[in-house]
Every structure is written in C-alpha cells, then in structure tokens.
C-alpha cells in the first residue's frame, strides 16, 4: 500500500505548479496498467490530505494508460488482455519489451483565478 | 485553465536513484536489490551468501523492513557491513532511504552491495533504488500462482529465484505449472531453483552472484527499471 507516498509526492509536485491567486478544481494523472496501485485508495488519500488545505475540494482525475508490448521476436506491438499471459498474438514468442504502461504521470492541472 | 505538467511523479525517487548508481559507480560497488515475499527465505539466503562469499569478495547488506533490527543482527554475524532500515509502516524501500543507508557502509572496501528489501511482492518492484539489478524470489509455501500474480516482478528482474526446495515433497506446489506461467510471462525468465536451509542448488546462486560482480557496466547508466 503505497498510495499515500505517491499522493503525497504528488502534491509537492502540485503546490510547485500552482500560481499565487488561483483555485484548484483538477488533477489530470496518468497511471500504467502495470503500476500497483488502487485508484479509489489513492482517491481517499488523495480527499484526506487535501481536506482543509488551500488545495480542498480539488478532485484527482486519473486516466489508466494500457500495458503496450512490442514482441522482441517480430517486433509486432500489442495490447494484452491478461498481464498474466504476454504472448505475442503474431508469432506466438513470448519475449516482451513493455512500451508503454509503467509510471504515473502528473499531466495537467485545472485552476480558476481566485476572484477576491 | 489548464496548466500543463508532464512530469513523473516518482521523480524525486528517481532522481536519488540516479545518485546512488553514481555513487556505487565511483566506489566501484555493484547493487543488487532482492525482493520476495515475508518469510520467503531472503535473509536466510544472505547468511548462506555472505558465510560462503565472505572470504572471497567484501559485501555490504542494506536490510529493509518495518520494524526490528533482527535481520541486521542476523547478518552482522555473518559480515561486517550491514546496516537495518526501517520504514516505520512503509511497504518498500525509496531510493533516498537506501543512499542514507549506504552513508552508514564503508562503501569504498566493497564490491557487492545486496539490498534486501521490505518483504512485499508489489510495492519494492515500482521504485528505482540505484541498483544494477533486480533478484525476484518466490518460494514453495507461497504457492504456484505468485508469479502469474505478479508479473511486473516477472518482467523487470534479471533474476528469478524459487526457494524452500526442499519442500516439495510436503506441501502443494506444481512446479510444472509454476514454470509455465513465468515462461507465459516472459519465456527467457532465468530460474534458479534452490533451497537456502539446505543448501541444494545453492552454488548457481553463488556462481551467479560472482558473474554478476566481475561483468563489466554498461557503458551509461541504465534506464530506471
């Protein structure tokens, strides 16, 4: 469970981004399908560790990026079902380079201007 | 108003994972981070490892967990540069842990620096410690079904171990059924399969732990695995 260092890390990286006079609406995360982490966990943590800072009532947007594996035998690239099972649906090798679907991405921040 | 980002958030992790591989680099240490389940045999694994590879080569343990120092006590008899982390609640080790720990080895007389990790399938494995590679190791207890359950582990070590061996006999466990899946997951995957209470198959760990020591780096630091 290491949801709460990794929203934690987060919101550093947020509150660096954030100018003086604006309001937090969103948070854009990209998460890889093969990071070990709960998105609702990280929801919860995410409400508990904001609650009655400036950042409160912020919402944490995270969008999963699919595992995306090129076949080192044909170099054919694919999606699998199942991580379980990374054969390459082309040549039948199983010899995966993971391309795509470690790592979580701060994308973007969603702000308005304070108004007062 | 979006304001764009793009940026990892392990960055930080990163970043002092990027140090300690130059810091290992220039003391001339190779690192080996070793993650496997609670009780799946690590540091029993690191006793048989030193006592047999003491003589031969300086190692340094980095030993993570919760709480306790027992597994530093453990190895301290075994080798004399060994120093306990503790997490205090945290389920795997960052890169900024295992560099305050390495200030606490007499890094320049090593050669091998083995970090056992916090006991934990799956957080150890998404977090770069600075290390040359990566030693999964699952055991016979746990059952056949760990690594279709955990692939990552799978994809990213340069080794795989199966411990308990010995057990075989006595508890379920379909070996076959085991193999299958790593090889559905990766079909190079390198298996040891050995038992550290007695000691079989103990002497390909050794010889792998001796070419992993004596093989030249790669040139540029390898990406974070």
Redesign the interface.
Request: charged share 30%; hydrophobic share 40%.
């Given at each position: 469970m290491h949801e709460m260092s990794i929203v934690q890390s987060l919101l550093e990286q947020v509150r660096s981004f954030m100018p003086g006079r604006a309001v937090l609406k969103d948070v854009h995360l990209e998460v890889g399908g093969l990071e070990h982490l709960d998105g609702e966990v990280m929801q919860t943590v995410f409400t508990a560790l904001t609650d009655g800072s400036e950042l409160a009532g912020a919402a944490l947007r995270i969008v999963r990026i699919p595992v995306r594996i090129r076949c080192r035998s044909c170099g054919h690239e694919y999606e699998p079902e199942d991580t379980a099972v990374l054969l390459c649906p082309e040549c039948g090798v199983v010899q995966p380079e993971i391309l795509q679907g470690t790592g979580v991405l701060l994308k973007s921040l969603e702000i308005e201007e304070r108004s007062d | 108003?979006?304001?764009?980002?793009?940026?990892?958030?392990?960055?930080?992790?990163d970043q002092f994972a990027q140090l300690n591989r130059q810091t290992l680099r220039e003391a001339g240490v190779r690192c080996l981070n070793l993650i496997g389940s609670p009780g799946c045999g690590k540091t029993t694994l690191l006793e048989k490892t030193l006592s047999a590879l003491g003589g031969e080569m300086p190692v340094g343990v980095l030993t993570g967990d919760i709480a306790t120092t027992r597994d530093a006590q453990r190895l301290a008899r075994h080798c004399r540069a060994v120093s306990q982390i503790n997490t205090g609640g945290?389920?795997?080790l960052?890169a900024n842990q295992v560099r305050e720990g390495m200030g606490r080895l007499p890094l320049k007389e090593l050669k091998l620096l083995i970090v056992e990790n916090v006991g934990n399938l799956?957080?150890p494995?998404?977090f770069d410690l600075g290390h040359d590679a990566k030693v999964g190791m699952f055991s016979v207890p746990e059952g056949d079904d760990k690594?279709?359950?955990h692939?990552?582990l799978v994809?990213e070590s340069d080794l795989l171990l199966l411990n308990k061996t010995d057990l075989l006999p006595h508890v379920p466990f379909d070996l076959d059924g085991f193999r299958r899946?790593l090889?559905?997951?990766?079909?190079?995957a390198s298996l040891l399969e050995l038992s550290a209470s007695s000691g079989d198959g103990l002497e390909a760990w050794l010889e792998w732990v001796r070419a992993f020591v004596a093989a030249p780096r790669a040139s540029a630091a390898p990406a974070a695995p």
């Open positions: - | 108003m979006e304001i764009p980002v793009v940026e990892n958030v392990l960055k930080h992790n945290g389920c795997h960052d799956i957080c494995v998404g690594p279709a359950k692939p990552r994809l899946d090889a559905a997951i990766r079909e190079d």
